[in-house]
């Protein structure tokens, strides 16, 4: 099974600061990788995702992402942070390979709660 | 258009009771997921129904809980004598075939917060 890891389940910044979230995943095969955001008492919004192609990737609100193979990574950051930007971030990862299980079943990481302090 | 509804919001039973949660996914989605969301646990994948197909209960934590799926639309997910360890999020998403496999982004609903006591 994939493993996600992201790491500090809490990050704050000042409003304006560079927002830097991390996330690794596991597998030797990339899978397809996911950045969502969850404000309180909402469901999951897909911010970006990376599947193919070029491995920076624009997402809304001003996001963006990098796959990075050599290192397992797909860290999200934002160049200044908005109060606005106050929410939990789940990154997940998806198979891109039949390993015999939904391949469309997402894994997600254990999130990272993003305080922005003004 | 409209997304993945969801309904109760919020539930409060009593432990070893019966519930229903239900979810409508997006108007023609035919891939349709369910997970949990709990302090202990994350955000966990339940069970995935994909058009007609057999669905891939594999993330189901018990036989106590169990869904099904009418029409190839509305699906409900039953947690039959409830314990205290399913208090969660139960969260419902839906993508277009399911066919594309990961490459689909999925659409979440807001939830049902479940809290047994």
Known sequence: ?118 | GAGVSQSPSNKVTEKGKDVELRCDPISGHTALYWYRQSLGQGLEFLIYFQGNSAPDKSGLPSDRFSAERTGGSVSTLTIQRTQQEDSAVYLCASSTSGLAGGRETQYFGPGTRLLVL
């Open chain 1, 1 to 118: 099974a994939q493993s996600v890891t992201q790491l500090g389940s809490h990050v704050s910044v000042s409003e304006g600061a560079l927002v830097l979230l991390r996330c690794n995943y596991s597998s030797s095969v990339p899978p397809y990788l996911f950045w969502y955001v969850q404000y309180p008492n909402q469901g999951l919004q897909l911010l970006l995702k990376y599947t193919t192609g070029a491995t920076l990737v624009k997402g809304i609100n001003g996001f963006e992402a990098e796959f990075k193979k050599s290192e397992t990574s797909f860290h999200l950051t934002k160049p200044s942070a908005h109060m606005s930007d106050a929410a939990e971030y789940f990154c997940a990862v998806s198979e891109s390979v039949n390993r015999g299980s939904t391949l469309g079943r997402l894994y997600f990481g254990r999130g990272t709660q993003l305080t922005v302090w003004p």
